[in-house]
T-cell receptor, first 112, second 112 residues
Framework: GENVEQHPSTLSVQEGDSAVIKCTYSDSASNYFPWYKQELGKGPQLIIDIRSNVGEKKDQRIAVTLNKTAKHFSLHITETQPEDSAVYFCAATGEAGTALIFGKGTTLSVSS | DAGVIQSPRHEVTEMGQEVTLRCKPISGHNSLFWYRQTMMRGLELLIYFNNNVPIDDSGMPEDRFSAKMPNASFSTLKIQPSEPRDSAVYFC??????????FGQGTRLTVV
């Protein structure tokens, strides 16, 4: 089955800096790669996703890149703000209706 | 739509007692997932259903855990008997087959 590795486990940046979180996956059949943000006491919430037919996707200050050959994908947050502080999870899955397999999460702390 | 609704939000029980967690998915969604979140293991998939049918329960830790989905609007996760190591946050998520999964707020279970 799918296995997703995520690094780093913790990341501290200054406000305005960029943050990068990286994930690798094992199943070459996976074709959907979402990123979730989890705030304290809440469930994970989708912030951006990418499908295997796309190499990069951007939404304002966040962007994701995907390298299917190397089986890794990354989340990039630019101009970080204190409200970006949260736990971020990457995930991977195949067909619609199959379950997301998550990385272990990255705790991002943005200090002002 | 109110989103995925889980109850209770918090549960404290004594070791050996039966615990039942409940989930109401988003109306119209045909896939439902149960995840367990701990600091050590992150977000682990326990079981998921498509059209009320269990598809993959390989993540259920042992026979003490069982899950049912009697209809499209309700699912339960039962632990009997509960043990301290079952203490975790349990999340339910649902999707409409478009792959994006929406999470509930979670149930924080403490077994003493």
């Amino acid at each position: 089955g799918e296995n997703v590795e995520q690094h780093p486990s913790t990341l501290s940046v200054q406000e305005g800096d960029s943050a990068v979180i990286k994930c690798t996956y094992s199943d070459s059949a996976s074709n959907y790669f979402p990123w979730y943000k989890q705030e304290l006491g809440k469930g994970p919430q989708l912030i951006i996703d990418i499908r295997s037919n796309v190499g990069e996707k951007k939404d304002q200050r966040i962007a994701v890149t995907l390298n299917k050959t190397a089986k890794h994908f990354s989340l990039h947050i630019t101009e970080t703000q204190p409200e970006d502080s949260a736990v971020y999870f990457c995930a991977a899955t195949g067909e619609a209706g199959t379950a997301l397999i998550f990385g272990k999460g990255t705790t991002l702390s943005v200090s002002s | 739509d109110a989103g995925v609704i889980q109850s209770p939000r918090h549960e404290v029980t004594e070791m050996g007692q039966e615990v039942t967690l409940r989930c109401k998915p988003i109306s119209g969604h045909n896939s439902l997932f149960w995840y367990r979140q701990t600091m050590m293991r992150g977000l682990e998939l326990l079981i998921y259903f498509n059209n009320n049918v269990p598809i993959d329960d390989s993540g259920m830790p042992e026979d003490r855990f069982s899950a049912k989905m009697p209809n499209a609007s309700f699912s339960t996760l039962k632990i009997q008997p509960s043990e301290p190591r079952d203490s975790a946050v349990y999340f339910c998520a649902s999707s409409s087959g478009q792959i994006e999964a929406f999470f509930g707020q979670g149930t924080r279970l403490t077994v003493v």
